[in-house]
């Protein structure tokens, strides 16, 4: 079993502020992705990142790979009631099998 | 196109009770994996399956089984159900490139044990 733990569990942030989420695991992973998931819905892709010590930005979110491939992290910037959501790291090993972070809870208050 | 699609939505059964859960792929998409989620956690991966064979197997008890027909729909079964198998349960069909692959999810089938 391949564990990714992700902190924190959960965030509840006012409009405009920084966050940052962790996710940290003693597996190496061929990719590491981000998703986001929304009430009622399943969990849709943000990013991938293969290289480890990767850096990739998404408009407000940066999302980092670990140059070990084993962590990663995910900033958001002016955080927007619309970030509102459970964020999930996932680790893909070799067989294109995906391991799923324990979640991070983001609430964003206008 | 059609994204994920899964069936049912919602469902109660009782404990003992068994279940059938039903999952369509995206089309062109040989690869379907199944993961459970309890509320506020990740998912936890059950089953993944590529043209019909079973390619990895979670840490499930033997009370969960799959299977992928030749179009590529699968259907989770759950035998004996407990509480805790209260949970929702997602579908993902996965398009793979030479370096990484890509989930995309149904909206699952919530399955509530009484």
Same mark, same amino acid.
């Given at each position: %079993?391949?564990?990714?733990?992700?902190?924190?569990?959960?965030?509840?942030?006012?409009?405009?502020e920084?966050?940052t989420v962790?996710?940290?695991?003693?597996?190496?992973?061929?990719?590491?992705?981000?998703?986001?998931?929304?009430?009622?819905?399943?969990?849709?892709?943000?990013? %991938?990142? &293969? %290289?480890?010590g990767?850096?990739?930005?998404?408009k407000?979110?940066?999302?980092?790979?670990?140059?070990?491939?084993?962590d990663?992290?995910?900033?958001?910037?002016?955080?927007?009631?619309?970030?509102?959501?459970?964020?999930?790291?996932?680790?893909?090993?070799?067989?294109?099998?995906?391991?799923f972070?324990?979640?991070?809870?983001?609430? &964003?208050?206008? | 196109d059609?994204?994920?699609?899964?069936?049912?939505?919602?469902?109660?059964k009782t404990?003992? #009770?068994?279940?059938?859960?039903?999952?369509?792929?995206?089309?062109g998409?040989?690869s379907?994996?199944?993961?459970? #989620?309890v509320?506020? #956690?990740?998912?936890?991966?059950?089953?993944?399956?590529?043209?019909?064979?079973?390619?990895?197997?979670?840490?499930?008890?033997?009370?969960?089984?799959a299977? #992928?027909?030749?179009?590529?729909?699968?259907?989770?079964?759950?035998?004996?159900?407990?509480?805790?198998?209260?949970?929702?349960?997602?579908?993902?069909?996965?398009?793979?490139?030479k370096?990484?692959?890509?989930?995309?999810f149904?909206?699952?089938?919530?399955?509530?044990?009484?």
């Amino acid at each position: %079993t391949q564990l990714l733990e992700q902190s924190p569990q959960f965030l509840s942030i006012q409009e405009g502020e920084n966050l940052t989420v962790y996710c940290n695991s003693s597996s190496v992973f061929s990719s590491l992705q981000w998703y986001r998931q929304e009430p009622g819905e399943g969990p849709v892709l943000l990013v %991938t990142v &293969v %290289t480890g010590g990767e850096v990739k930005k998404l408009k407000r979110l940066t999302f980092q790979f670990g140059d070990a491939r084993k962590d990663s992290s995910l900033h958001i910037t002016a955080a927007q009631p619309g970030d509102t959501g459970l964020y999930l790291c996932a680790g893909e090993d070799t067989g294109n099998q995906f391991y799923f972070g324990t979640g991070t809870s983001l609430t &964003v208050i206008p | 196109d059609a994204g994920v699609t899964q069936s049912p939505t919602h469902l109660i059964k009782t404990r003992g #009770q068994h279940v059938t859960l039903r999952c369509s792929p995206i089309s062109g998409h040989k690869s379907v994996s199944w993961y459970q #989620q309890v509320l506020g #956690q990740g998912p936890q991966f059950i089953f993944q399956y590529y043209e019909k064979e079973e390619r990895g197997r979670g840490n499930f008890p033997d009370r969960f089984s799959a299977r #992928q027909f030749p179009n590529y729909s699968s259907e989770l079964n759950v035998n004996a159900l407990l509480l805790g198998d209260s949970a929702l349960y997602l579908c993902a069909s996965l398009t793979a490139t030479k370096n990484t692959g890509e989930l995309f999810f149904g909206e699952g089938s919530r399955l509530t044990v009484l």
